[in-house]
């Protein structure tokens, strides 16, 4: 999986600095996502929040 490519996911997640192991999912459910022939994996939801303000 291409580093751009999980580094779009975790923008469109609102991740921020020190979240190494939710970008590590999302590079797992992206790596599961093509596998299975899905086109997107946006939404990404494992208790993530947006960071407020």
Known sequence: M???EIL???GA???VGGQ???IIDIAV???S???AGCAEV???SS???RPSG
């Open 20 to 22: 190494e192991g939710m």
């Open 8 to 10: 779009r996911e975790v």
């Open 29 to 31: 459910r992206m790596s």
């Open 47 to 49: 208790g993530a929040r």
């Open 13 to 15: 997640a609102g991740y």
């Open 2 to 4: 291409p580093a751009h």
């Open 33 to 35: 996502a093509a596998d």
């Open 42 to 44: 946006s939404g990404v």
